[in-house]
């Protein structure tokens, strides 16, 4: 089956965030989060022991928010429960910026911690990374191509990807572009973006996920990263 990648949308009513204009980068790092275990409750995410975000469903995240950089608590609870689902504290560096990932199903749920590049792409180009969040899904092949090329005869611009896999980002010149999604080694397309545009400075974070509650029909998500 072909499914639209559905843009993420950030709902202000699920997530509230620091702004981090006047933070000085010599000392504070920026950190976002999103929720990915399809059978978890809405979550609240707490940062060393403030609340930065609240009620975020499955497949929403926060925006980038800035926090002192170093050992860092990070804590996420189901709506209106004290107890910790995933209590983490990573080592953050100063002037860099990371995604935190809620992911696997509930009974394993764990954080996924990425560090983001978001130095802007060269003149016309624009930057993809591609995330495995599905938990319930096989290892895959990534095909990025012109909207509509046939993939049989198409090579995977990435394979093997197994959950939790992460790619380097790749760098293609802005315009159209269709993503989809295979298991490994075969050409049954199970997530398919439809046509993408991609403007040149833009970076993109793409991230497979299972359907709401867990398994098919997988879908995915969009990040925006930078512009």
Do not use: W
């Not at 954080?111 to 060269?122: E, F, I, V, Y």
């Amino acid at each position: 089956m072909r499914f639209k990648l559905i843009a993420l949308a950030v709902l202000a009513s699920a997530a509230t965030v620091a702004a981090c204009s006047d933070d000085d980068p010599a000392t504070t790092t920026r950190l976002r989060a999103v929720h990915l275990s399809p059978d978890a409750p809405n979550v609240d995410i707490i940062v060393n022991g403030s609340q930065v975000a609240t009620d975020v469903a499955y497949d929403e995240s926060t925006d980038y928010y800035a926090i002192p950089s170093g050992t860092t608590d990070i804590q996420v609870q189901a709506v209106g429960s004290n107890d910790d689902v995933i209590a983490a504290s990573p080592s953050l560096a100063a002037n860099t910026d990371y995604t935190v990932i809620a992911a696997n199903l509930l009974a394993s749920i764990e954080p996924l911690l990425l560090t983001d590049n978001n130095t802007a792409p060269t003149a016309g180009n624009v930057k993809v990374r591609v995330v495995h969040g599905a938990p319930s899904a096989p290892a895959v092949d990534v095909y990025v191509t012109a909207p509509g090329a046939d993939l049989a005869t198409a090579t995977p611009t990435l394979t093997g990807v197994s959950f939790k896999g992460v790619s380097a980002y790749l760098s293609v010149p802005a315009g159209d572009y269709e993503i989809r999604v295979t298991p490994t080694g075969t050409k049954t397309v199970v997530i398919d973006s439809g046509t993408v545009p991609l403007a040149s400075g833009q970076i993109r974070t793409v991230i497979a996920t299972d359907a709401p509650g867990g398994g098919e029909p997988f879908g995915a998500i969009v990040l925006d990263d930078l512009n």
